[in-house]
């Protein structure tokens, strides 16, 4: 099915704006492990702190974050794609009902 109008378009573009930034996102870090290097959320140890319920733990991994070489293209793709749970790109993208986001609060 092939939608027209102008309300397409902005979806479509919102789309593939996701669609390039993750791929971005999945070059970077490619290139990291071509290279031997690993970035912190991918640390089979550390890894559900990304997405953890725990404000601490996502805290602590928006922390582990600083220095990351994946950093810029992780943060462009969480937010090209909408992000709402998780840390991506140092910024925790977690939203609760009743409790102000990181967003809000800034």
């Not at 031997?36 to 996502?58: A, F, M, P």
């Not at 709402?84 to 993208?93: A, E, H, L, P, Q």
């Amino acid at each position: 099915m092939t939608t027209t109008g102008t309300r397409s378009q902005p979806i479509t573009a919102t789309i593939r704006r996701g669609r390039e930034a993750s791929d971005r996102l999945t070059r970077a870090l490619l290139e990291l492990a071509a290279s031997g290097l690993r970035t912190h959320c991918s640390d089979v140890e550390k890894h559900s702190y990304w997405i953890s319920e725990s404000d601490g733990e996502r805290a602590l991994a928006a922390l582990w974050c600083r220095g990351c070489p994946a950093l810029p293209p992780c943060l462009d793709a969480a937010q090209a794609n909408r992000e709402r749970w998780g840390v991506w790109g140092g910024r925790d993208f977690s939203q609760r009902p009743g409790k102000r986001t990181q967003r809000e609060a800034a």
